[in-house]
């Protein structure tokens, strides 16, 4: 093969070492973007240790059959090929926490749960050819401003996680060894964030995590009993819960969590054919919403929620300079592995609420300076752009601040703008198109 015929960096095929590190590299940053999502929703839902496992289980099994769909050439003409790490979207937390907490049983919620996930996953993949022709609807000031609001959103996770029960009762005050230790954790963060460079520098959050949970078991906060009851290999079949049940409310829901989703993986899918200089054209963008839909149809028939595309990931693909689509690939096939060992769902679980408090401000900060990042490529003269952005926020924090804001609604009402997330989002995209109607009509022509 001469130089002309060289393969595209994206579709080399690495020597075995090489893949198998890259793929660890991955797969570890993979997991500790993931396991906030089913650990917030076992807090909000009060799950029993054995489903919290399971979920985990779930949820990391998942992103690996995700990720294994979007790298490979799994279904022909259908996915993309492009080395991208697939992982829970968080935006599904505040919806999944009612979704359980308003069903008569967790099981009855987790079947309405995978339902909707299953319904929406086949609207995204019916609409992926068209979504091209809407991309306009969702420009950078949208897409920036949703992910503000998205960490904005979660941001109140890290008082909960720090106040246990007693997070809404305004009487109490947080226990001064619980402040400490989640200081100590808090600025230990922050000194190694200074300091790591290159690989160690992605992995201050778990480094940060090790240290917090040796620390917590020094005060005797940590409780392994669960991991060593937990066995060493589980299978996550399908429907574990049931046979899924339709919820109206629940599905409208969900279907706004995916729009949402389409719009959050274009603007990632560009990046990365940024990156390993792949034509992002028509099919290719229907390649990735199709691929989408189906690995969100996948995820909710093995009890996981609708996944999407890791920003930190990106990062690392970025920084190592490799392209290849076949570490992801091997990257999926051990999240796929893990997602097997229950063992390992059970040490992560096991980690205490204060240890993630320490470090809620970081996990979920990230994503509010991703979204500030975004907002580089907008101009604010001449425009209402400010506006969309402070409005946005200022809805998205109503059930935040007052979680019994809409308790009084329809049921429709309370389960989208009783969501920061989602009444934050549509707030975004309801007056981009009504203050930027021009700039939209025209990009059209």
């Known amino acids: 093969m001469n130089k002309n015929d060289r393969l595209p960096e994206v579709d080399e095929k690495l020597p075995l070492r090489q893949n198998l590190l890259l793929g660890l590299q991955h797969t570890v940053i993979a997991v500790l973007a993931a396991i906030p999502v089913p650990l917030l929703i076992s807090t909000n839902a009060g799950l029993t240790p054995e489903q919290t496992r399971f979920f985990i289980n779930a949820i990391i099994f998942g992103a690996g059959l995700s990720s294994l769909l979007m790298s490979l050439n799994i279904i022909p003409k259908t996915t993309p090929m492009i080395p991208m790490v697939m992982g829970a979207n968080f935006a599904i937390v505040p919806i999944a926490s009612t979704t359980l907490n308003d069903a008569p049983d967790i099981a009855t919620g987790f079947q309405i749960i995978a339902g909707s996930t299953m319904i929406v996953g086949v609207f995204c993949f019916l609409a992926a050819p068209f979504w091209i022709k809407l991309q306009r609807f969702f420009p950078p000031i949208v897409v920036g401003t949703n992910l503000i609001v998205l960490g904005v959103s979660l941001l109140p996770n890290t008082f909960h996680w720090l ?36 690989l160690l520098g992605n992995l201050t959050i778990l480094i940060s995590l090790v240290f917090g949970t040796l620390l917590a078991f020094s005060l005797g906060m940590v409780d392994f009993s669960s991991v060593e009851e937990a066995p060493w290999f589980g299978l996550n079949l399908p429907f574990h819960y049931g046979i899924p049940k339709f919820n109206l409310t629940a599905t409208l829901s969900f279907l706004i969590a995916i729009i949402l989703g389409m719009v959050e993986i274009s603007g990632t899918a560009m990046g990365i054919h940024n990156i390993v200089d792949k034509e992002m054209n028509k099919s290719q963008f229907r390649r990735v919403l199709q691929s989408l839909g189906i690995t969100t149809f996948v995820s ?71 979204g500030i990042n975004i907002l580089k490529q907008v101009s604010f003269e001449g425009n209402q752009n400010m506006l969309i952005i402070g409005l946005s926020v200022g809805i998205c924090m109503l059930p935040s601040v007052y979680p019994n804001f809409y308790a009084n609604f329809p049921d429709i009402i309370q389960n989208i703008f009783g969501s920061g997330i989602l009444a934050g989002s549509l707030t975004a995209i309801t007056l981009n198109l009504f203050f930027n109607f021009k700039e939209i009509r025209n990009s059209a022509n």
């Open 163 to 198: 106040m246990g029960d007693k997070a809404y009762d305004l009487t109490e005050s947080i226990n001064y060894q619980t402040l400490l230790m989640a200081l100590a954790i808090f600025v230990f963060h922050i000194i190694i964030s200074k300091y790591f460079k290159g």
């Open 300 to 370: 909710g028939l093995f009890n996981g929620v609708q996944p999407t595309a890791f920003v930190q990931n990106v990062g690392i693909l970025d920084l190592s300079k490799i392209k290849s689509r076949f570490a992801i690939a091997t990257s999926g096939f051990m999240l796929v592995l893990i997602g097997f060992i229950p063992k390992f769902s059970a040490l992560i679980s096991a980690i205490p609420d204060p240890v993630l408090g320490g470090l809620g401000f970081a996990i979920f900060g990230i994503i509010i300076g991703s």
